[in-house]
């Protein structure tokens, strides 16, 4: 099987760059052209996984079948995993795949392909510390449901235990860590609500964090606005701790030994250990190295998203952000379109950091604005940063969905939490 365009994952960079590819070509041009493979049958957007393993998005809602993308933005869709590459030959080859009993659901595959796009992403990074493994990840949308279901699990053991008490550990103080403990806590206030008496129980999230502050990335400002709003709701912020050991129960660290029934492993960023074995040049966190036109190290072979290295300012890599993946999208699309019909059209990718916005709640985010590299900081804080903060997972739906779409998809949403509530509680 051959294709001009071959995009390797279909999360939040990949699937919006096959969505604009496959609608410029068309109906026919584009199916025929352009195929996406993902190891997933449907997509969520990854900014969301801290909500559903909280439990505050339910995945058969959000979830959007990868085969009705294809169909409605004119694609190819494939369902495989990536296990070898050959770039000299333009072949790769996708593993083959079983179902829950073992039996086999798709078999090894070779695909040809005239472009390729590697589209991976990432993962967190558990820095060789001892029993981290054994921690909860939310790397993709299973680790998310796992965690979500031991949390239920958690909360009526609480609910029924003599010190009516539990305790969360999340080893990281970035955005994942930080948006996570504040959808715990409104997953736990909406537990309570309706509870009995007498089963009502504490929650004790503490947020372990190896450098002096929270949300290294942000500005200062940003951090002390969001620690004090976390503290205010409770959650024990500890800052210059470094987890030394993960063990049944408990964190090890250089603070002292934490309690824990549940760990969430949400530091660092790490690509996959197999990508160095694909034959491209990969760097130290196996991230495939580009060029600043996002070429990787084989002619042909792009790769964009949190598994690549771009090279950005001051000798640093272009962040793994969800708003790099949007833009590196929209540069690649124009790239390929013009590689399709035979032009080079191939000025260097330019990064613009918008800022980040960090969601504190329901009701609340903190964050900063940016006019641009050196250009004008806007700090925003309250109802407004929550909404700028949906209103980019609403882009998202919007560059694959359409417009019209993404406002009726949001409404029923709207409605269906007005009905059911927030929390998913089975
Ligand atoms: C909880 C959480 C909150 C976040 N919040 C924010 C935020 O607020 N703002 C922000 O900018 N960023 C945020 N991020 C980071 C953001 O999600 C990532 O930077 C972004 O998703 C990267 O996009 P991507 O396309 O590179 O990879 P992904 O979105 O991770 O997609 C990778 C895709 O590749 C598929 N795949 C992986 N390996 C293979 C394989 N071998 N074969 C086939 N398919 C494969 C996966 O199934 C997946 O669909 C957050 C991340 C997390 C985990």
Excluded at 22 to 30: D, E, F, M, S
Excluded at 93 to 121: C, K, N, S, W, Y
Excluded at 369 to 384: A, D, Q, R, V
Aim: with cysteine.
């Amino acid at each position: 099987m051959h294709y001009d365009i071959v995009i390797v994952g279909g999360g939040a960079g990949g699937l919006e760059l096959a969505a604009q590819l496959g609608r410029k070509l068309g109906r026919r041009k584009g199916a025929e052209r352009i195929l996406l493979i993902d190891r997933t049958v449907f997509h969520i957007w990854k900014p969301t996984l801290h909500e559903v393993a909280a439990g505050t998005l339910d995945t058969h809602q959000e979830g959007l079948s990868y085969p009705i993308l294809a169909r409605r933005n004119h694609f190819s869709f494939t369902l495989g995993e990536l296990a070898a590459l050959d770039p000299a030959a333009r072949t790769l080859t996708l593993a083959p795949m079983a179902d829950e009993q073992g039996r086999e659901l798709a078999p090894e595959r070779t695909i040809a392909f005239t472009h390729l796009v590697l589209a991976i992403g990432g993962g967190a990074n558990l820095f060789g510390t001892p029993g981290a493994e054994t921690a909860h990840l939310l790397e993709n949308t299973a680790d998310a449901e796992r965690f979500h279901h031991r949390l239920l699990t958690a909360f009526t053991r609480a609910s029924f235990a003599p010190e009516r008490a539990l305790a969360i550990a999340i080893v990281g103080g970035g955005a994942t860590g930080v948006e996570l403990s504040a959808e715990l806590i409104e997953a736990h206030a909406e537990f309570l609500d309706g509870l009995a008496k007498d089963q009502r129980f504490r929650l004790d999230i503490t947020i372990l964090e190896a450098a002096e502050r929270i949300l290294g990335a942000l500005p200062e400002k940003i951090s002390a606005q969001a620690q004090t709003a976390l503290e205010r709701k409770g959650v024990t912020v500890l800052t210059g701790a470094r987890v030394q050991a993960v063990e049944e129960g408990r964190l090890v660290t250089s603070k002292g030994d934490i309690p824990a029934a549940l760990i969430v492993w949400a530091a660092g960023v790490k690509a996959a250990d197999t990508n160095p074995a694909f034959g491209l040049e990969t760097n130290r966190l196996n991230q495939f190295v580009v060029n600043d036109r996002l070429e990787t190290s084989a002619p042909g072979v792009w790769a964009m998203g949190d598994c690549a290295a771009a090279p950005w300012t001051e000798g640093r890599t272009i962040p793994a952000r969800a708003q790099a993946a949007h833009q590196q999208a929209d540069y690649l699309a124009s790239v390929l379109t013009a590689r399709l019909a035979e032009r080079r059209h191939e000025p260097a990718f330019q990064y613009r950091d918008f800022g980040s916005l960090v969601s504190l709640g329901e009701s609340r985010g903190v964050g900063s604005l940016m006019g641009g590299l050196g250009g004008p900081n806007f700090f925003i804080e309250g109802l407004i940063a929550k909404w700028i903060y949906m209103s980019l997972h609403l882009a998202h739906h919007r560059a694959i969905l359409g417009t019209g779409k993404t406002i009726v998809l949001a409404l029923a949403r709207l409605l269906q939490e007005r009905v059911s509530g927030r929390l998913k509680l089975h």
